[in-house]
């Protein structure tokens, strides 16, 4: 496994608990987003990543245009701030690759609460994302990108020297 995805694999509890906290609360917590850049600053200071700063702007791109969508009521401010805080983990090399991974994930993500909302059983469970009226929970998309962007670069670009 390339070194630079080492962190992105560490988080994967992290990304695992934000998945579950979208559906069942349709919220993504400040603390997770926090304890993602927490778990970025301190794997940075042990083995800084040589694209260090496109990461970061990146990561703020991210952050700004999130912020106009959240404005605008086409994102919630937890996704904004999840997605922004996990680009800081995808290696500027393979960025073209996490975007088709992300929308992979988006459709699997939609398939998914679509086909739960489906089943008369979920109603009983009280989760928030589970009423049809309810937005869509994000989360469980972008930890589904972030778990599987490690794989999806082992598996199709395994020269990449990173």
Request: net charge positive; glycine share 8%; charged share 10%.
């Amino acid at each position: 496994m390339p070194t630079a995805l080492i962190p992105l694999v560490l988080v994967a509890p992290l990304l695992v608990w934000m998945a579950y906290g979208d559906l069942r609360f349709l919220r993504i917590p400040n603390l997770l987003c926090i304890a993602l850049i927490g778990v970025f600053a301190a794997s940075a200071l042990v083995a800084p990543p040589p694209d260090l700063v496109a990461r970061l702007i990146i990561a703020g791109a991210i952050f700004g245009i999130g912020f106009v969508t959240f404005c605008l009521g086409l994102f919630g401010g937890g996704d904004v701030k999840a997605l922004s805080a996990l680009m800081l983990f995808v290696p500027a090399a393979t960025l073209p690759l996490f975007c088709m991974v992300f929308s992979a994930s988006m459709m699997i993500g939609i398939a998914f609460v679509l086909g739960l909302r489906a089943i008369p059983a979920t109603g009983a469970l009280d989760w928030a994302s589970m009423e049809r009226s309810r937005k869509f929970p994000m989360g469980v998309s972008i930890a589904m990108a972030g778990i599987a962007h490690p794989f999806a670069v082992i598996w199709l670009m395994p020269e990449l020297p990173i």
